[in-house]
């Protein structure tokens, strides 16, 4: 397992346009430690580390052994670099699925990647508490210590920020805008459910056929998956339940998981699905480059 990352974000949940003006200023070579970063970026002091956090945490600023020092990543030039820029303000839901994919499998904000690769395993339905507790388990099995209570309460809170739809009461409308200004919101990954006779509040994160999720999106997610880098067969088994899976990234059913590969192998040639005595596997005739499969998607769908 790797390290456990908690913490960093300064209890701020990812608002919508904090990537690209994040972007923007590490791409003119300022500072996130700098004196003028709050005029700058016109957000306030915890403001600042926290969208230098998200940036890191979303892959889209990685730290470079050669150079030893922080770059920007390939997806994040693609995205939101003025000479490119497929979609700079986030316009297209499979940009916030890819967004989604990197914070889970980026592993630079621990949660991310324990909840949809393992928690989910042990429970659809949870509480905060029930969080919590999974969360705490898992540091002490690794560290053989217990984990600082706040920072994981704190970590659990802001998860549910990023993924929860909003409940706006009529008394809240002046802080609508706020209230929906979480980045992840729109994938409807998280909802909050009701059981009779129990107060808490309960969560539910679902796994669904994923309509609005394009076959390009998850085949660029299957090329950058290291696990399968030297192979040419994959068994439906492991696109499914694999650690960093399409399956378990993007919460797929079974059936949704065998219809988006049926879509995949029809769009592209090179792809062949087999179901052989019971033997399911995904297998490539040749290997595209990934990177040629996402600018082929934007250039293609560019709104």
């Known amino acids: 397992m790797n390290k456990l990352s908690f913490s960093g974000h300064d209890t701020f949940y990812c608002r919508h346009f904090w990537l690209k003006k994040g972007y923007d200023y590490f791409k003119a070579g300022k500072s996130f430690t700098s004196k003028t970063a709050v005029i700058d970026l016109g957000v306030g002091k915890n403001m600042v580390s926290s969208i230098r956090f998200w940036l890191r945490a979303f892959g889209l600023i990685k730290y470079n052994k050669k150079t030893q020092n922080e770059v920007l990543s390939q997806f994040a030039q693609l995205i939101f670099d003025n000479e490119i820029a497929y979609d700079p303000y986030l316009e297209d839901t499979n940009t916030l699925w890819l967004l989604h994919y990197f914070l889970v499998t980026t592993q630079r904000a621990s949660i991310y990647s324990l909840v949809f690769n393992q928690f989910r395993k042990e429970r659809i339905e949870f509480t905060k508490a029930h969080l919590n507790n999974f969360l705490h388990r898992v540091y002490y099995e690794q560290y053989n210590t217990e984990a600082n209570a706040g920072t994981i309460k704190r970590d659990v809170g802001v998860f549910v920020r990023n993924y929860l739809r909003p409940n706006i009461k009529s008394e809240d409308k002046p802080n609508i805008e706020e209230a929906f200004s979480a980045l992840l919101i729109e994938l409807n990954l998280l909802k909050e459910i009701e059981r009779i006779g129990d107060k808490s509040k309960w969560y539910k994160i679902e796994s669904a056929e994923r ?28 696109l499914l339940n694999d650690t960093n899976s399409i399956g378990l990234v993007y919460v797929l059913t079974p059936d949704g998981l065998i219809n988006k590969i049926e879509e995949m192998t029809k769009k592209f040639p090179f792809l062949v699905y087999s179901d052989d005595a019971g033997i399911r596997e995904l297998q490539f005739k040749s290997k595209p480059n990934k990177w040629d499969i996402l600018n082929e998607y934007y250039k293609n769908n560019m709104l």
């Open 211 to 238: 309509g609005n999720l394009s076959v390009d999106i998850l085949l660029f997610s299957i090329l950058n998956n290291p696990k399968y880098e030297n192979t040419v067969s994959i068994s439906f088994s492991s």
